[in-house]
Each structure stands twice: as structure tokens, then as C-alpha cells.
């Protein structure tokens, strides 16, 4: 064999590495449920549903949260489903916490959610972009009280810019240390990681030189706990460790890890050290054993798509990865909701060996 058609070989869809995904909704189309009463006046029931578009994804108890791209005229832009469903039709989309809260232009309700999280705690972390003159802000709610909202933190602008073409905000991951619990966040337009501390209700900046950082990602091993970073449309892997991110103002030092097919877009690990990657216009979605050197397995394809971020995941508490793809093969547009036994769990439940 050629050595091209060798590596061919090696980066395609193996039976072996494919996870074993059943489907648990199928979507021909979305819906939302709607507020009842007369106060619909200005929700947008005549959306195009073609343009909703999965974005980022976070499991917790029965519910599955999923936020979505705003660009064309779509009413909420953060929603929930069951996770199990009761009806042969797949559950339509709930607004979180509530239509109040999705207001647009309207700088107290959530304005453009982008990477979500749940913590050990049952508290979902949302990174909210802003928009128009609304500031950037971080969002805690509390799942296990009534989805109240725990905590707002608007960045202050020398941490993230009050100018909605100066800031990307991407991604975030949350942290936890003996007595706080941290969230790192990505900005596309600086070098620098956000760092915000739920303690001291505080965010600041750390420098990361050499980088338009776009996706992130946590291992989950407590002790040599590391960030992996891609640069905004490339496809290599960088990390640098969480010791170096605790001081504002600092430097990380961060390293070249190896480089993947493509650029991903989402990345995510599980406990058990395996993560998980989505990459940019591809129909695949691969993973890597981290302790393992680098090596690049698809587990996942979808036919032909016309999204640039094909796939979203998440993993629950329970060993399941929950993945969302996007399928147009033949013209017609599909989503589904897929779920796969991993046996490992979210990567804030690893053991100290990472094991
Ligand atoms: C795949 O998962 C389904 C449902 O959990 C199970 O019935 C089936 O045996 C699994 N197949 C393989 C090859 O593991
Ligand atoms: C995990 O399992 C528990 C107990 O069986 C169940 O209540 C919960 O809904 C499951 N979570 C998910 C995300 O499936
Ligand atoms: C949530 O709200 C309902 C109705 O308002 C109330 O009955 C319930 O006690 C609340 N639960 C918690 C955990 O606060
Ligand atoms: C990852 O690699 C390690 C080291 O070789 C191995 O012990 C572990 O079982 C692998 N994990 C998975 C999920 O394959
Ligand atoms: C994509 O859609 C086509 C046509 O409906 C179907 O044959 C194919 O199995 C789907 N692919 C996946 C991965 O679901």
C-alpha cells in the first residue's frame, strides 16, 4: 500500500474505533414551546427552521441543554429537552430558563449564549457573547433550585472588550480546586485565556502567547490538570497546565501537542482521559486516548452536510456520550440526538491518576 492511501487507511471510519450510537430523536423539523396567553406578539413563530442550528450541548439529571446559532431571526437561543422522550414524536425545544429570559436587546437576559457546562453541583455555567451594547457576561444557574439564576458576571472590559467586534467568545471549561471552582474561557480575537473564580466573583487574564485561541478543552487527571487549546482555524493541539493560569497577569507556557486531520471546532475529554473532537465543515468526528502519543481515531461520520459545525456532544454522569449531527444527505435535512455507552464520565469527575 502507498504510504497515502496507507494513512487513508488509518484516518477513516474503522469499525473498531466507531462508537456505538442509537438514535433517541430524530428531528424533520424544530419547534418550540411556545408561551401561552396573548404575549406572543413578538416571538418570531415564522422563523426559517432550517436555520436553527445546534451549537453547544451540557447533560444534567433528565434535561439536556443546547444552545443555538442566533444569526437568522431564530426566537431563543438557549433550550432544553428531555433526555428521555414519551411521545413518538421528538420533544420540541424549551426556552432556559424562560422566554423572559431570552429577550433580545435587552442587556438583563441572555443575549448570545455560546459554550455551556454543568457542574458536579447541578449549576449550568453559560458563556454569553452579548450583543449589540450588551456587555459579555457569565451566567450560573441553579438546576436543582428552580433553574434560578445563582450568579451574573458582567467581564469588566480590561478583561474582555465592552465592543461586540473586539471579543469572540468561544468556549469555556470549568475547573474545580480544594476550595474554588474556576471557569476558563477563550477569546478568539486575543491571546490571552479568561480566567473567572466563583469565590471571589472575579475574572482576569492570563497570556498565552502565539495564539487566536478558538477551542478548549480539560483533562481530567486532578493533579496535572491541562488545558488544550486550538488556534482559531488550525488544526493543531497545544496544552498548557492549569498551575499556570492562577495568576493574573502571568504567562502560560504553552507547548505543541501534535496536530489533528482537521480543525476542530469543539473538543471535549471524558475521565477516562479519551478526548473527543469536531472539526470545522468535516462529516467526522474523531478521538484520541490521551495516554496514549497522539493518535488520531474516528469514531463517528455522517453523509453530506451543509453546517460547519456538523456535530455537537456532551457526557452525562451515567458513561454516555450524547452527540447531535446535523444530515442532509439527498437534500434532506436531519438532525438527530444520538447517545453512545463510553463508560467514563464528564471530565470534572476524574480521579486524581486521571484514571
Ligand atoms: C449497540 O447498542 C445497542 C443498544 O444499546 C445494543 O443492543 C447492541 O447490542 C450494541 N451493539 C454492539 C455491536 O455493541
Ligand atoms: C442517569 O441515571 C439516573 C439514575 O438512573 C437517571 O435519573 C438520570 O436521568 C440519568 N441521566 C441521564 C442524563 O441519562
Ligand atoms: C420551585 O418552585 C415551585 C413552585 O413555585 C415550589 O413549589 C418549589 O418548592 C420550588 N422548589 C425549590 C427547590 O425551591
Ligand atoms: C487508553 O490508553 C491506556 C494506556 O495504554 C489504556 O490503559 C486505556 O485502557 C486506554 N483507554 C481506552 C478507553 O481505550
Ligand atoms: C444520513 O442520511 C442518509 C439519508 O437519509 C442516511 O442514509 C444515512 O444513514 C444518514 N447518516 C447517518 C450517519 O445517520
Known amino acids: 500500500m502507498s504510504p497515502l492511501l496507507a ?7 474503522c469499525l473498531a474505533n466507531a462508537l456505538n450510537f442509537t438514535t433517541v430523536y430524530e428531528w424533520d423539523k424544530f419547534d418550540f414551546i411556545w408561551p401561552s396567553g396573548a404575549d406572543t406578539s413578538n416571538r418570531q413563530r415564522n422563523f426559517n427552521e432550517e436555520n436553527v442550528y445546534l451549537r453547544y450541548m451540557a447533560v444534567f439529571g433528565e434535561r439536556l441543554f443546547l444552545s443555538l446559532s442566533m444569526d437568522s431571526g431564530i426566537p431563543a437561543n ?3 429537552l428531555p433526555t428521555s422522550g ?5 420533544p420540541k425545544l424549551a426556552p432556559f430558563p424562560s422566554w423572559n429570559m431570552q429577550k433580545q436587546d435587552y442587556c438583563d437576559t441572555i443575549q448570545l449564549a455560546k459554550g455551556i457546562e454543568v457542574d458536579p453541583e447541578g449549576r449550568l455555567w453559560v458563556l454569553d457573547d452579548g450583543r449589540g451594547s450588551c456587555s459579555s457576561k457569565l451566567w450560573i444557574f441553579n438546576l436543582l433550585n428552580n433553574d434560578t439564576t445563582e450568579r451574573v458576571h458582567q467581564f469588566p472590559r480590561k478583561v474582555v472588550s465592552s465592543s461586540f467586534d473586539k471579543r469572540w467568545l468561544h468556549d469555556i471549561v470549568l475547573d474545580k480546586t480544594q476550595d474554588d471552582q474556576l471557569a476558563y474561557i477563550v477569546n478568539l480575537k486575543s491571546e490571552d485565556i ?21 477551542s478548549l478543552a480539560l483533562s481530567p487527571d486532578r493533579e496535572a490538570r491541562q488545558l488544550y487549546l486550538i488556534k482559531y482555524s488550525s488544526n493543531g493541539l497545544y496544552s498548557v497546565p492549569v498551575s499556570e493560569l492562577k495568576n493574573e497577569g502571568g504567562i502560560a507556557d504553552v507547548k505543541f501537542i501534535g496536530g ?6 469543539r473538543m471535549l475529554f471524558d475521565s ?4 473527543y473532537a469536531a472539526f470545522y465543515e468535516q462529516s467526522y468526528a474523531s478521538k484520541w486516548n490521551v495516554s496514549k502519543p497522539f493518535h488520531e481515531q474516528r469514531f463517528h461520520e455522517v453523509g453530506t452536510h451543509d453546517d460547519f459545525w456538523p456535530f455537537t456532544f456532551a457526557l452525562d454522569t451515567n458513561g454516555s456520550l450524547w ?3 446535523r444530515n442532509e444527505t439527498g437534500g434532506v435535512k436531519k438532525h438527530k440526538l444520538l447517545k453512545a455507552a463510553v463508560g467514563a464520565k464528564p471530565y470534572l469527575f476524574g480521579t486524581p491518576t486521571g484514571k
Open 272 to 275: 477516562a482521559n479519551i478526548l
Open 86 to 90: 414519551t411521545s413518538a414524536a421528538p
Open 260 to 265: 489533528w486531520s482537521d480543525r476542530p471546532y
Open 7 to 13: 494513512s487513508i487507511f488509518l484516518l477513516g471510519l
Open 78 to 80: 438557549l433550550v432544553w
Open 323 to 325: 452527540m447531535t449531527e
Open 194 to 214: 479568561v480566567v473567572y473564580s466563583r469565590t471571589m466573583d472575579k475574572s482576569w487574564l492570563v497570556k498565552a502567547p502565539g495564539g487566536d485561541w478558538f
